[in-house]
């Protein structure tokens, strides 16, 4: 079994910053690769970020919507089973239910492409 529980979440105000942890338990962290993405009211989910385990070493590659690049950055702290997300510059349309995803398989920027995902914490950015 997969678990991942998100955290981290709040309200702030427009410029500032959170940082989001998921914390994975089970087989989370041997996926290929772990990501976050995002739910605002009446939208549909869509993808924030994710990092990639390299199959023939120890590296990682990062991969970010163009919303984002350049604000938000994702982590990964193995010896702590933990995905983080840091989140600077932070702008209303920010705004939604981030969510923690894993998967094997791909691909690794939408939503069909994860297989455990956690429940959710709520990101309010006001003007």
């Known amino acids: 079994q997969v678990q991942l529980v998100e955290s981290g979440g709040g309200s702030v105000q427009a410029g500032g910053s959170l940082r989001l942890s998921c914390a994975a338990s089970?087989?989370?962290?041997?996926?290929?690769?772990m990501g976050w993405f995002r739910q605002a009211p009446g939208k549909e989910r869509e993808f924030v970020g994710a990092?990639?385990?390299?199959?023939?070493?120890?590296?990682?590659?990062?991969y970010y919507a163009d919303s984002v690049k350049g604000r938000f950055t994702i982590s990964k702290d193995n010896a702590k089973n933990t995905l983080y997300l840091q989140m600077n510059s932070l702008k209303p349309e920010d705004t939604a239910v981030y969510y923690c995803?894993?998967?094997?398989?791909?691909?690794?920027?939408?939503?069909?492409?994860?297989?455990?995902w956690g429940k959710g914490t709520q990101v309010t950015v006001s003007s």
């Open positions: 089970g087989r989370a962290f041997v996926n290929r690769a």
């Open positions: 995803a894993a998967t094997f398989r791909g691909p690794w920027t939408v939503v069909s492409g994860y297989d455990y």
């Open positions: 990092i990639v385990a390299a199959i023939s070493s120890s590296g990682a590659s990062t």
